[in-house]
């Protein structure tokens, strides 16, 4: 195999894996989540791993109570013009305290307290922590995925330390390859 086709191979080996990575997490902060198209928006349960008692609202309304909401439970938030933007409050009931998605400066910490992960046909897993502070990041205090909603105007999350792994592994292999090929070169004169 001569070295160009080993490279471009490389090349595509590395973009196809890259494309396999895990989905990006796309931060509610900053940005919102917004309806796609005019209609109505579903919220799904998914469940909650806090400690805590927390309460999701959506415009002033209980949606789900992570002590008592059922998985696959689901709500009609209502029907909605495209464009709306959708923040939604977790209140928790041990500290009193209350963290919005959104920007972190509607929190009392300044800190941003929900994110999600963009999928397929206009949906969105949703996650929210609920210690002051941001807690463990680990956005699993109160979880539930919504219908009909697109990212707007969000920050992409920090790359995984994996993503910059394979970045450098993939530079490092055509620094590799560039060089053998200049002393190949060299010796052929």
Known sequence: MSMKKFALAALI???SFAA???APVITIAGGSLEVAKTGHVYATFLG????YTDILYFNGKKIFNG???TL???VDLGKFVQGTALTFQLYVKNTKYTFSSGL???NADNVFHANAVLGKHHSATVGFEDAFGGGDKDFNDM????SNVVAYNAIPAIPEPSSYAMLLGGLGLFGFLARRRQK?????M
Not at 184 to 188: E, G, I, P, R, W
């Open 104 to 106: 972190a400066s509607l």
């Open 20 to 22: 396999h990575a895990k």
């Open 143 to 146: 979880k539930f995925s919504l």
């Open 72 to 74: 696959g439970q689901y």
């Open 48 to 51: 909650s791993d806090a400690g």
């Open 184 to 188: 190949t070169n060299s010796f052929q």
């Open 67 to 69: 002590q008592t909401s």
């Open 13 to 15: 080996s590395l973009v």
